[in-house]
């Protein structure tokens, strides 16, 4: 079963930046699209960004402009660079496969607050 551990949240100021990333376990990572969801409290989980395996990407309309998701394929990761954040972004963030895999890793945080 492939794990997937999301790291690089944290507490940021509106109109600050965070990186995230996404280690993969799996072997055939870079033969996958890949996807970041998030969900805030009382809200469902979401698709934010994805990516193919071919690097084509597509994004929510509300994180366009603002967010890049991209990945490496040698390392195994997957990253979401996050500018101009907002506190609507805050969520707690998850990466998986892209349509998504039924196993969720724990997620990493994400607050924007002043």
């Not at 996404?22 to 033969?31: N, Q, T, V």
């Amino acid at each position: 079963q492939v794990q997937l551990v999301e790291s690089g949240g944290g507490l940021v100021q509106p109109g600050g930046s965070l990186r995230l990333s996404c280690a993969s376990s799996g072997s055939f990572f870079g033969i996958y699209g890949m996807g970041w969801y998030r969900q805030a409290p009382g809200k469902q989980r979401e698709l934010v960004a994805a990516i193919t395996s071919g690097g084509s990407t597509n994004y929510a309309d509300s994180v366009k402009g603002r967010f890049t998701i991209s990945r490496d394929n040698a390392k195994r990761t997957l990253y979401l660079q996050m500018n101009s954040l907002k506190p609507e972004d805050t969520a707690a963030y998850y990466c998986n496969h892209h349509p998504p895999r039924p196993n969720w890793g724990q997620g990493t945080q994400v607050t924007v607050s002043s």
